[in-house]
């Protein structure tokens, strides 16, 4: 445990990479909002892989199945289930090396666990696959946030090394987020995608893989929501973002750059224009003491290469406990930061969302 | 919400800077354990203001009583509370500057949040003292990890840039943690420490503040514990630093600057030596897929600079709404990082027995 | 909220009675337990509707189908999905009266909640036809139980009047349990069973239904189990009896007759036999200060009729808010008792489970 | 565990009986809300024992201390916790039978699941004692009902099988309320009252002791709130019901005799008068499928008789484990379910708090 995540609304994860399916239930949404299933899957399928050349060639739909809590085109207040079921499996690839350990994969912590009885074929649950359905329910999570105007874009800031410019606080905007989500490469400056793909595509050449960072920002949070001290905003949105498979680093506002600012410089002081309180600067990241302040809020996630990668590396088989070489066949996914990027969305939505379901008074 | 914290145990937190107390209560703790209460006040002494010019003059002995959960020197098993009184408050300071939001303090988001009905003397519950019940907790739980041999050591690494070397995983041991623990200030290198205490001497002069880096290490944790999805360790020690004030980064083994490596080197190959798993490397420190794999868990937690300067700033009035300039009198704490050492362990301790008194098996 | 339940499984529970499928994840079970399909299938057939006479014509085979979390016949650890494809529904027969609130059903409670939204058909979310999935959960509850030499067991000790004798405990037994599961009707005596059978086809004739009262026992569960306060084992086993629809109460041991009683007599006195500690009585029900004593916890649980009647009754029309006669036609089921049985036993053990699955050592 | 408790408001209770004090958080409370302190002086008066010859002359004036969460007369927001010490505590009389196990007593079960390591004096933890934070913090939650003009009141229904008149749901009004609260004893009818006075009497003059049985009201309550499944209000409040030490059976509506009622009858039909929608008759007890009807919600709990006896009975010594014989002496209560009145109306004014604080829309 836990797939169950969530103070005010629910979400409980379910499925295996090569099972029969994978899924998702949301308890505690509000009755009646009508849902955009074509926005649904359209943030489906910018998680989905398969698109180009710089993913996995894994070829899944991703088509899901509302089962219940979706009635007449609205949600009815119940268990929302969301299924998706798997098809382009080739479980035969995996028995071989059933006991082989892969390198920077789950496959011998996940043995520890559970004693070697969990589904190992392609990660099991352990399987980035297992992101769809957070994807869904974050879909759903933007849907109702946009009628609160808050508003949720992400970039990729940096893949191995290659830069993106960072966001600018003054232009973040709900088309801007939309236009990020349309291009095939979420970056801002379409030099540096040309260079990022380039680094990917040379890494897969190499049968090897390439790391990266996503940037992401939530405009249009109103100030005072959140809580000390164990539900501050970032220990929320850091739970999430952790939960998300190869995400290693997280930071807010300036984050570890602000271990090298003085008092005077990382306090964002105050101004008030049109009646409306806002800070000059947001090395903060638009929370203080735990709380939202009102600025944007941004932080920035750091993933690690994906490690399934076909250069050959010292493993070891643990059923006779001996060192091997290993070289995975088959079908890698040299970068999985741009895939990523419709999940660090999600995830925060529904961390937003479940904030804002808090009830502050009777 | 949420004061309550934990799944196998449950920690609640409570109090105000200048109310009449601060405290916890710890539920879920196994019964008949002996307290070492001399270990614990070690722990909040470490923790505590006022020991030398480097931090705040605010001195609070924190002396602590347990009201209940422990009998004839043993945890009875039932809820375990401690109360720690306030002295040392000088509440008229605050008075006239109720209405000023200090910048880079929670005055303005917790005004918003509870409506202007928090009580913000000192800060209040948002105060860095209500970590000193956190260390109280935290320094039960270690003296339960120790029983199984699983040890907790820090070191500040940065300090407005002056770097610490880092630690040296081969290296790591008790007898070193308890010799960190029992310097003046936290640093493996001695020349490093000399030059930090004269950064934040520097800052204090100039009524400013610093920031900086604590690199903490977590030993012989069996492989095998934590869980997908969202209770990895990752997210579950995420959750727990960033609840700590002042915390804006977080990254686990290499963190960020994964980001700029290939999966090849990134992956950590493994080794088997005297039917031991190991592996080569540690990029991951020690957790895979959410779950530890026997190495040590190492993580790096990013300190703003104190708020709480003497500088002028520019802030506003939240009742008037107009903008002001203010400059904070009395008693600053140029640096927080030293002292926030003690409390990053204290929550990794929690965090670690909480998972491992998850039972996996009837 | 909630469809999640549970501190050391979690079980959530999704579906409506007349949409694509009704399910349930489990999480948090232990890894590699060989579970038994075909007594799930037993305990699943026990409460399915159709079997009889005395039960409602709807016919559904309840054929689960386990979606993850199980894998080469063992639990994998991971979250157990289990879905159930609805399949004869005849949701024409409801579109008429959408807008008519059945007395005695959670029609008018639900419309309130749900604003109108929730799917009505048969009762949606809330059909008894969601016990099905508590079932499937209890199943494989029960199995693990009788791993520890657990056992429940369970007979109808009242329809409309007519009883049933009550358990002995000096008899209770595994095999004793097994032939009152295996019985058509869970009665021990074959009299009074022949009486509540008639008893249930006169309402039936009539157009109406009756109500009755379970009588639950549990064996061999350890003295020391449950928490004070929130989580007596009493608490834990009544949050989960008044979960399932129509129970209205419930009594531990002797129960509302112990408000009749002097302590003397309530208080269950010691006897030391062969180094075991026993209760001379049982008043108290396998249960003292909500921790069990090693006595069988016993139980009684209290069933409403049957709301859904053929007879006229006396209703509202909540869109046109107006008063009106209501005579619900097709199908009934004049007493849904006996099929209740298995679901008190399911939730029971689930019950039970998550209880024993709490670490109280390190 | 788990001493915690609660969704949208989390309280955590600690303490002993004869430890240093005993007391409680409450957490999630809406801020700026002023509390009435004599309020909550009177409701704790109530449970406060030595008051009369038919209770324990323990003589505890349960005065209590807001540590924090209140400030300026009002309520902050943030965790309000109460520390109400111990003072006229005889441990003495406790240590010489400390591993006799009285009957009916949670002595065994508590030393079972604690190793024998839980405060046993008074009965520590488990003591009828720790009811008195609950009943402070279900004061503070009665006055945030008060509000909404949601009212809760009770009577003793029965004592020993002397009962008063059941609840006229017709004549159910604050003002009634409060004069039930107001009587030394509260019950409708005076002659009853004596009756009962005199059971008691003639039970302490045998040194034993009776139980009986509340009835329970709460009126105003909107239609509409609640959850199916694991959260319907009847598991809500049997949950907390099950917690108050002594209760062993509850039932909603009318309850145990629904099970001999035909569904025509207990079907609680609809009227609509004034644009308002009601039931003729109320058996299920403002509770349908988990979710208030607007009804008054009645319930009635069964207390067993007060296990401290001054009768000798038969026991035995946990250490040699060999049975004896057992006479306590000093202060017994020969019946504290009249005590108990302001606890189940605390419970289930903390139990609706909690419900009426889930936000069902953004």
Redesign the interface.
Known sequence: ?????G????I?????SH?????I?I??L???FRLNLEEIAFEMQRRSPGKNNTSTPRKEKDSF?????F??G????????C?ILNHDTKSDDYEKTRYY??????D????????????FRGG???SGR?TAPIVFAGAIAKQ?LK??EIYIGSHVL????IKDKAFDETTLSPDMFNALAQKEYSVLDDISSEMMKNAILD?KK?A??????IETAIINVP??????????V??????????I?A??????????D???????????????SG?K?Q??TN???G????????MPIIFKT????????G?K????DIKD???TELEIQGRHDPCIVFRAVPVTEAGAALVI?DI???????
């Open positions: 445990m836990s797939s169950v995540w103070n005010n609304i629910k409980s994860l379910f499925g295996e099972g029969k399916g994978i899924g239930i308890d505690g509000p009755a009646g199945e509302i089962i219940s809590g009635f007449e609205k949600t009815t207040g119940t268990p929302l289930c299924m350990m892969r390198p920077g994969h789950a011998y912590t996940g043995y520890m666990k559970y004693k070697g009885c969990n589904d099991g649950h352990f297992l109702f009628e609160k940096d893949i191995f090394g890494a190499e090897d893989s390439v790391g990266g960072i100030a005072g929501i959140g809580s000390p001290f164990f539900d501050s970032e220990s929320r949105l850091a739970g999430m973002m952790f939960s498979p995400v290693k680093g997280l930071e807010f506002g300036t984050g570890f602000m271990a090298h600012m003085k008092g005077s410089e990382a306090n964002d002081q105050f101004t008030i009646g309180v800070t000059k090395h903060n990241g929370i203080q003491g735990g709380i939202t302040n009102g750091a993933f690690k290469p994906t490690p399934s990668i250069k590396q010292q493993s070891f406990m001996k060192e969302l804002l379901l808090e009830k502050d008074e009777l």
